[in-house]
């Protein structure tokens, strides 16, 4: 049973960090239908219920407004399939990205994606989240809107167009217990709009320098702890990466804690070491270059799926094994999932040693 309306509005509009953190992600970090529901019974106490209406697709589309899915791994693995079917499906419309500019550089050398600024507040009350969507819906002209579970749209109760030109794709009410997204979002495509779509990414060069092979390593969490392993295991990662690339690209992230971590932990191997320190979509364009990714689960097991670049994804605290089949990497390159919960440290390097994907 719920709490009373009056107590659930209370928490989101005056903790709304802790709404978010403890109440709202772990219902759709389960992607189980009736948590799902409940997540939309939670959110009716700001949003109205609306009449369900099957949205059509009109005779002549001028645009297509893409949603992001706000963080930037959602947005290579799902929102990126999107956009490669849709410039296929209306080769003759806008596709626009409506994007915070850090997803927006995702697409940058891509002609046919233009960008509409909307940085979504991750912070503050649910009713300012909620305010955000209204005064986007002002700034769109007709067209059509893809809504890929968007928090934009509060995982799309709140449409942002006419529900007759929203076409939403449910990530976390569909699918069976082992189903990856990016099957999930292609075969929703497949039957919405009868075109296949692709992962990828397309941001502006960055030259990648230093000798052959290349390995890219990003040990970032996003301030979530229990996605590291702890102690010196990642000095051993970038050790043990050492002996076979000739370069190693490591990013360091938003700077601060994170980049002094990292680059401590590139110490033994610093002859081989070059360090990343610009934009996501920046390290993207190394990731894409290399012979190898190497991280924790974050955004750039995604990037490197799209690339077809080989990877291993060392992961973590994860809420689920639903979770972790949801979101792992999967793309033209072979791709290696060590689950590091129940592992000691020695035991994930082992892991990665003796599961060594082939690099070429």
């Given at each position: 049973?719920?709490?009373?309306?009056?107590?659930?509005?209370?928490?989101?509009?005056?903790?709304?960090?802790?709404?978010?953190?403890?109440?709202?992600?772990?219902?759709?970090?389960?992607?189980?239908?009736?948590?799902?529901?409940?997540?939309?019974?939670?959110?009716?106490?700001?949003?109205?219920?609306?009449?369900?209406?099957?949205?059509?697709?009109?005779?002549?589309?001028?645009?297509?407004?893409?949603?992001?899915?706000?963080?930037?791994?959602?947005?290579?693995?799902?929102?990126?399939?999107?956009?490669?079917?849709?410039?296929?499906?209306?080769?003759?419309?806008?596709?626009?990205?409506?994007?915070?500019?850090?997803?927006?550089?995702?697409?940058?050398?891509?002609?046919?994606?233009?960008?509409?600024?909307?940085?979504?507040?991750?912070?503050?009350?649910?009713?300012?989240?909620?305010?955000?969507?209204?005064?986007?819906?002002?700034?769109?002209?007709?067209?059509?809107?893809?809504?890929?579970?968007?928090?934009?749209?509060?995982?799309?109760?709140?449409?942002?167009?006419?529900?007759?030109?929203?076409?939403?794709?449910?990530?976390?009410?569909?699918?069976?217990?082992?189903?990856?997204?990016?099957?999930?979002?292609?075969?929703?495509?497949?039957?919405?709009?009868?075109?296949?779509?692709?992962?990828?990414?397309?941001?502006?060069?960055?030259?990648?320098?230093?000798?052959?092979?290349?390995?890219?390593?990003?040990?970032?969490?996003?301030?979530?702890?229990?996605?590291?392993?702890?102690?010196?295991?990642?000095?051993?990662?970038?050790?043990?990466?050492?002996?076979?690339?000739?370069?190693?690209?490591?990013?360091?992230?938003?700077?601060?804690?994170?980049?002094?971590?990292?680059?401590?932990?590139?110490?033994?191997?610093?002859?081989?070491?070059?360090?990343?320190?610009?934009?996501?979509?920046?390290?993207?364009?190394?990731?894409?270059?290399?012979?190898?990714y190497v991280g924790y689960d974050s955004a750039g097991q995604h990037a490197a799926a799209a690339a077809g670049v080989p990877s291993v994804t060392i992961f973590a605290g994860a809420p689920s094994d639903r979770f972790r089949r949801r979101w792992a990497a999967a793309g033209n390159g072979s791709t290696v999932q060590i689950q590091a919960d129940s592992l000691s440290s020695d035991e994930i390097l082992t892991a990665f040693v003796t599961q060594f994907p082939q690099t070429?």
């Open positions: 049973m719920l709490p009373p309306a009056d107590e659930i509005r209370d928490l989101g509009e005056n903790c709304p960090g802790e709404f978010f953190r403890d109440v709202i992600e772990p219902l759709g970090d389960s992607f189980n239908a009736a948590q799902a529901s409940v997540y939309e019974r939670i959110m009716r106490v700001w949003i109205p219920a609306r009449a369900a209406v099957t949205p059509s697709i009109p005779d002549t589309v001028d645009a297509v407004y893409v949603l992001s899915r706000v963080t930037l791994g959602a947005d290579i693995k799902i929102v990126s399939p999107i956009l490669d079917a849709m410039k296929r499906r209306f080769p003759g419309a806008r596709i626009v990205f409506v994007a915070n500019r850090k997803s927006a550089e995702l697409f940058g050398a891509d002609s046919r994606i233009t960008h509409l600024d909307a940085a979504y507040p991750r912070s503050g009350p649910v009713s300012g989240r909620i305010a955000f969507a209204g005064e986007l819906a002002r700034r769109l002209d007709d067209g059509i809107v893809i809504d890929p579970d968007s928090r934009i749209t509060q995982l799309g109760l709140l449409p942002v167009v006419p529900p007759e030109r929203t076409f939403h794709f449910s990530s976390r009410s569909v699918g069976g217990e082992t189903d990856n997204l990016s099957d999930l979002v292609r075969g929703w495509l497949r039957e919405t709009f009868g075109v296949e779509g692709s992962a990828y990414i397309a941001p502006k060069r960055e030259q990648a320098a230093g000798a052959r092979p290349f390995a890219a390593v990003s040990l970032g969490v996003g301030e979530n702890e229990s996605k590291r392993v702890a102690g010196d295991f990642e000095s051993r990662l970038i050790a043990e990466l050492g002996k076979r690339f000739a370069t190693i690209w490591v990013d360091r992230g938003a700077g601060g804690e994170e980049a002094r971590r990292v680059t401590a932990a590139a110490a033994g191997a610093a002859d081989r070491v070059r360090f990343w320190e610009g934009s996501f979509a920046g390290f993207a364009s190394i990731i894409s270059q290399s012979d190898l070429g």
